[in-house]
């Protein structure tokens, strides 16, 4: 049976000052709060800034019993310009390794857009990429459908990269469900459900959910699942909203009887 | 997961034989393995381990050839016993969910949880609660997926397999079915494959998009059933007989009770012919071929032709019909109906072409003509010779 650890996208939100950090809490105390919490998190920040070797190491020193999973920059993802990304591939290496060397390195996650379409130059893209990233754990989150197919299955196996397990609202044309152990790691990443403001809202209100016990308990079946293929299971949830994300994936420790935090989760 | 409509669960335990080894002696679960019969001349592999498969050793792969790819293959007689007791054991886990199941064998079951969902939660939740009890109490993995309709949720195990699950949601089922290999597709076999491969088509979504016309002019007019395929389509229910029980039946009646053996022959080509077709269309084969006379005089009769090997193609039937009606025909006596069943059924070992596309071989071309005729203005447009003679 796999390692089962369980997190949150991000820990630095402000308007978890009350519902999940002490009235008073000041940013640069979160990591350490956050680190009593859970074993893991998934680090969003570097999608929007290229993050810094010394930037990582500070935080894990902050909290040392913290497994990092890591967000892609989005020059890697989003806005990939053909002459240039590779540069930003090796910027990202550099600043990850350090992670990696240190042994709390979860995961690089690599999320692509719906508009990262299931053609031959992106295939021809993402194959180069993952060469360039090949020393890093990695899991790939695909918000197209046309992805989910077995030829994309095969490459993922052959390469060892993890094909992310998605929990969203259920809309036309979203990814389907689909846990499928494609390497040692599985990665889960639950968004909530929250259909109405999915589309052409910010990001707070697009994961503005709760998800309610009964969806909770279907939930660690589909971990339990994952875990018999699998060696680590990392599950992540982003629904941050009201630090929602932190009260479901408590539950969620719960109902899997997972132990204390520790540097043992690891 | 919430909000479906897709009902249909298909779990499929890949390479079951070779699974339910290894549920059985969990020492073999990392080793290259395969289950194959001792003794015949040309043994094959049945089912190879899920090591063996990543050596590229898959079934119906003659041993021989397993041996030189992979010489520290080890060989497994295939055990029936564990086997039956791995099946029953699945239906019993899947019978906690629904009461319509179709077990068909091999590791293979259709559920339909349609109206469980106040009991069970949706649809997807149920599955994944399946796999993880076939998991937990067998210590196999199945693959199985969730979507609209039995085909779709077929191939959707053969995406993912060897393990996993997957759910498709209505109306994405072209989406899903777009980018998937041909070869993920019931009914495109070995010939269809050639044919489409040379035509450039690799993906599903590439036969789906042909119109009626397009269609015609790359496979006939018996394409448009595999073409319907390829979008997803499919009528067919979950069928809770097992499917060794399971039988594919015609019935003839003559308007007038039949005295001449060319009229019977006739009538029993035609009848055999309409049941071979049905058994193609759910990718299966028989084994036995059961014939009922009914005499005119009240009396029944009948005949039974077993086969060692699965009947599937027109011909194989064809003579293993007229085998049992010739056992049933004992009196002198005019005969007013009977019946013809395709009887054992079985899945067809390899993926069976649903048609025989145009072809080099001239009994090709003119299977594929007959089955094209046949399809677009029923089967009782055409017919072997003989069948005209029937009243």
């Known amino acids: 049976m796999a390692r089962i650890l369980i997190g949150t996208s991000g820990y630095s939100y402000t308007e978890w000052v009350g519902p999940v950090y002490p009235e008073g809490t000041k940013a640069g105390e979160y990591l350490d709060r956050y680190g009593t919490l859970f074993p893991t998190v998934e680090l969003n920040f570097s999608y929007y800034r290229m993050p810094e070797a010394e930037q990582l190491l500070a935080m894990h020193c902050q909290s040392e019993s913290l497994l990092f999973s890591i967000k892609a920059h989005e020059s890697l993802t989003h806005t990939i310009d053909t002459a240039v990304w590779r540069n930003a591939a090796a910027t990202f290496r550099s600043a990850v390794s350090p992670l990696q060397e240190k042994g709390v ?162 | 997961m919430t909000g479906d409509q897709a ?23 990392d080793k290259a393995f395969a289950i194959a019969r001792e003794g015949s001349a040309r043994r094959i592999v049945i089912a190879p381990s899920r ?179 390829a979008r997803g389509w499919d009528t067919s229910v979950v069928d809770p007989t097992h499917l060794g029980a399971r039988t594919i039946h015609k019935r003839v009646d003559f308007s007038e009770p039949a005295g001449e053996l060319e009229a019977l022959r006739a009538a029993m080509i035609s009848a055999a012919e309409d049941a071979g077709l049905d058994m193609r269309k759910e990718l299966l084969a028989c084994t036995a071929v059961h014939i009922t006379l009914f005499w005119a005089d ?17 011909a194989e039937v064809l003579e293993a019909s007229w085998k049992a009606m010739q056992q049933a025909m004992r009196r002198r006596v005019r005969i007013r109906a009977f019946t013809l069943s395709l009887q054992r059924l079985l899945p067809a070992k390899r993926e069976p072409d649903l048609f025989t596309p145009p072809g080099p071989t001239r009994e090709e071309r003119l299977q594929s003509a007959v089955d094209a005729t046949r399809l677009r203005f029923g089967p009782a447009t055409l017919t072997h010779a003989a069948a005209v003679f029937r009243v």
């Not at chain 1, 052409?200 to 994961?207: N, V």
């Not at chain 1, 875990?227 to 994936?249: D, E, K, M, P, W």
């Not at chain 2, 009240?298 to 027109?314: C, F, N, Y």
């Open chain 2, 298 to 314: 009240g009396a029944t009769s009948e005949g039974k032709q077993l086969s060692s090997h699965p009947l599937v193609l027109d």
């Open chain 2, 51 to 229: 090591r063996a498969m990543e050596e590229g050793i898959h079934a119906g792969m003659p041993v021989a050839t397993a041996l030189r790819m992979v010489p520290t293959l080890s060989l497994i007689s295939p055990d029936a016993s564990a086997c039956a007791k791995a099946e029953s054991a699945m239906f019993e886990i899947a019978s906690r969910y629904s009461p319509t199941i179709q077990h068909d064998s091999g590791g293979h079951m259709y559920l339909d949880v349609a109206g469980t969902t106040r009991l069970f939660g949706p649809p997807v939740d149920c599955a994944v609660r399946i796999r993880n009890e076939i998991h937990n109490l067998l210590g196999m993995e199945p693959a199985v997926a969730v979507a609209s309709n039995k085909l779709v949720a077929k191939i959707g195990t053969r995406a993912i397999r060897p393990s996993g699950i997957t759910q498709v949601r209505e109306g994405d089922e072209e989406l899903f079915l777009a980018r998937q290999d041909m070869a993920l597709l019931p009914g495109v076999g070995p010939t269809i494959g050639r044919l489409l491969a040379v035509a450039g088509f690799s993906d599903i979504g590439q036969l789906a998009s042909l119109d009626d016309m397009q269609v015609e002019a790359l496979l006939g007019k018996r394409g448009l059933a595999l073409r319907n395929a």
């Open chain 1, 105 to 266: 390195l979860g995961a690089v996650l690599l999320q692509f857009p719906y508009s990262f379409h299931y053609d031959p130059d992106r295939r021809r893209y993402l194959d180069a990429l993952v060469r360039s990233l090949g020393n890093f754990p990695l899991a790939v989150e695909f918000r197209n459908g046309q992805w989910y197919n077995n030829r994309t299955l095969e490459a993922l196996r052959e390469r060892k990269v993890s094909l992310v397990s998605l929990d969203m609202p259920e809309l036309q044309s979203s990814p389907p469900m689909m846990d499928v152990a494609t390497s040692p790691l599985a990665y889960i990443r639950l968004h909530g459900r929250n259909k109405e403001t999915w589309w052409g809202s910010d990001s707070a209100a697009r994961y503005d959910y709760l998800y309610s016990e009964k969806e909770l308990a279907a939930i660690a079946e589909r971990v339990r699942g994952m875990a018999v293929a699998a060696q680590l299971v990392l599950v992540y949830f982003n629904n941050h909203r009201r630090g929602q994300a932190v009260r479901n994936a408590m539950a969620l420790q719960k109902l899997l009887a997972l132990g204390e935090v520790g540097p043992h989760d690891r």
């Open chain 2, 7 to 29: 009902s249909i669960i298909h779990v499929n335990v890949t390479n079951f034989a070779a699974s339910v080894a290894t549920s059985r002696d969990p020492s073999l679960a």
